[in-house]
């Protein structure tokens, strides 16, 4: 037993970094959410915060785009020519995914200034293309509400996913420790 401990050692630190920070992080996006029930920003502060960029830009493209708090479910709901086209959910402000990538990144971590920059870059550029991503979805459900389907669950989830599946792969290949050790 101690044999296989030794032999998959980096494999074992990996896991449990993983899961050990995706945990830490993920009890502190619950206890966010929980303190944000009763805040001015509904219904929570950063998923608010998307949906009034996604509004912003979707007015400076030109569409009249309104966002109104939904008053049956914690969400926003995107209101565009007077059409009631989707809604953003907690789910669509990624926090979630950026938690995933840290996580990650954490777990095959590389020198600490580089492996800080990376996850704050990393970060920045996942919520830069969540709000593109939705931006450029409620375009297409508007123009295409017969496409929302694939839209909705195939082609924008593979696009944010994907991105994060690219950042991985650069940092695993250019900057993580952890390859350089094994090879």
């Not at 785009?65 to 907690?90: F, Q, V």
Request: proline share 3%; with cysteine; charged share 15%.
């Amino acid at each position: 037993m101690r044999a296989l401990i030794v032999k998959y050692k980096s494999v074992i630190r990996f896991i449990l970094t993983f899961i050990i920070v995706y945990g830490l992080l993920s009890v502190c996006y619950k206890f966010y959410l929980d303190f944000s029930k009763d805040s001015v920003y509904y219904p929570d502060y950063i998923t608010n915060l998307v949906s009034r960029q996604s509004e912003d830009v979707l007015n400076v493209m030109g569409y009249d785009a309104h966002m109104e708090p939904h008053t049956e479910e914690p969400s926003m709901k995107l209101i565009i020519n007077g059409k009631y086209l989707a809604r953003i959910i907690e789910g669509c402000n990624s926090i979630s995914i950026i938690i995933l990538f840290v996580s990650f990144i954490m777990a095959f971590s590389g020198k600490p200034k580089t492996t800080v920059i990376y996850m704050l870059f990393g970060s920045v550029l996942i919520y830069v293309v969540n709000l593109s991503r939705i931006v450029i979805l409620s375009i297409g459900l508007y123009h295409y509400p017969w496409r929302k389907d694939i839209l909705h669950t195939v082609i924008f989830p593979g696009i944010i996913y994907g991105m994060v599946f690219l950042l991985w792969i650069f940092w695993v290949n250019r900057f993580s420790s952890m390859i350089k050790k094994n090879e």
